[in-house]
């Protein structure tokens, strides 16, 4: 049984890179501009900052849990750094506050999932509303346009590579080697794969699973760096529908909704490049705008249909089964 069903299992391992191939080839075929290396540029860098919020949310995803008020929590830290800014405080202070306000908010999440036990859709959702509403009163729900020493921050290049790539692969490369190389991330799993037995082994349970709320916190909050380095305004929209993006990339890169199970690089980051991917050949072949929200929503649905069909696989495959000898 499992000899015939482990190659199953292996193939929808590989499946976020059989889909990255053929959504490559499709719009490559559609389009000579989309594989020309300018282009190829351009989605990386209107890739980075989803890809640095959805490294925050994959450590969530590994404990069985859930933030969706990253996105309010890039419009508080955006928010916050334009008054400021526009107060005439220097960058380096701003961009202080904001990695502040992204770490403040995901503790206030960590405190009430772990000390009220509330679970985190919940809070989360409450969150992202309360973030949004505070944001919306601290703007006046007026944009507001920042100096343009962040629009030049967001040229800035290293070693040829955008600022904004370079940070968000760093981000990458160091959420990589935490889950890889150090207890910590070992721990993360163990939790993820069952809070009881970590709980037994003496892990501390409720501090791993509110740091990692304080970390997609921060992670919320540099994405809203990068993202105003490349905008150079804060909007009412600014962040509005993150979360939904950053789930559904971690979750296509093989991150599994039931915890446990993923990987930043190179999971979450193939499943941000295949949702990029997807949005910019859709421009490129000048589809209908009003399909772009349908094509997104299948993606999230085709991860969502992925993480299940794995998880019935790994259950299958690793079910004992008890023989009684008469």
Same mark, same amino acid.
């Given at each position: 049984m499992n000899a015939v069903r482990s190659p199953w299992l292996a193939l929808s391992q590989f499946a976020p890179l059989l889909l990255f191939a053929i959504v490559f080839a499709v719009f490559g075929a559609k389009s000579a501009r989309f594989v020309e290396p300018g282009n190829l540029l351009n989605i990386l860098v209107q890739a980075s900052s989803t890809v640095v919020v959805a490294t925050g949310m994959t450590f969530v995803l590994l404990t069985a849990g859930v933030d969706l008020s990253v996105g309010a929590i890039m419009f508080v830290a955006a928010a916050i750094t334009g008054k400021l800014a526009l107060a005439g405080y220097p960058m380096p202070l701003t961009l202080t506050a904001m990695l502040g306000a992204g770490i403040v908010f995901g503790a206030v999440n960590a405190l009430i999932v772990t000390r009220l036990?509330?679970?985190?859709?919940?809070?989360?959702?409450?969150t992202l509303f309360i973030g949004r509403g505070f944001a919306l009163w601290l703007t006046g729900t007026r944009a507001m346009n920042l100096p343009d020493n962040f629009l030049q921050l967001g040229s800035i290049r290293v070693a040829g590579v955008p600022l904004t790539v370079a940070l968000a692969g760093a981000v990458v490369l160091m959420a990589q080697l935490v889950l890889s190389l150090t207890p910590y991330g070992r721990q993360i799993y163990a939790v993820g794969h069952s809070v009881d037995k970590a709980r037994k082994a003496g892990l501390r349970v409720r501090w791993m699973i509110g740091s990692v709320y304080v970390i997609s916190g921060a992670c919320a909050a540099l994405g809203a760096i990068i993202t105003l380095t490349q905008l #150079?305004?804060? +909007?009412?929209?600014? =962040?509005?529908? %993150?979360? /939904?993006?950053?789930?559904?990339?971690? @979750? &296509? #890169?093989?991150? +599994?909704?039931?915890? =446990?199970?993923? %990987?930043? /690089?190179?999971?979450?980051?193939?499943? @941000? &490049?295949?949702?990029?991917?997807?949005?910019? =050949?859709l421009v490129l072949i000048n589809a209908d705008p009003y399909l772009y929200p349908l094509v997104t929503s299948a993606v999230i649905f085709v991860?969502?249909?992925?993480?299940?069909?794995?998880q019935r696989l790994v259950e299958q495959l690793t079910r004992r089964r008890i023989r009684f000898e008469g």
């Open positions: 036990r509330i679970i985190a859709f919940v809070v989360t959702l409450a #150079g305004a804060v +909007s009412p929209k600014f =962040g509005e529908n %993150r979360e /939904f993006g950053a789930i559904a990339a971690a @979750v &296509l #890169g093989g991150t +599994s909704l039931f915890g =446990g199970r993923g %990987r930043v /690089f190179p999971g979450t980051v193939l499943g @941000v &490049l295949l949702i990029q991917c997807v949005e910019n =050949g991860a969502v249909l992925l993480d299940s069909g794995r």
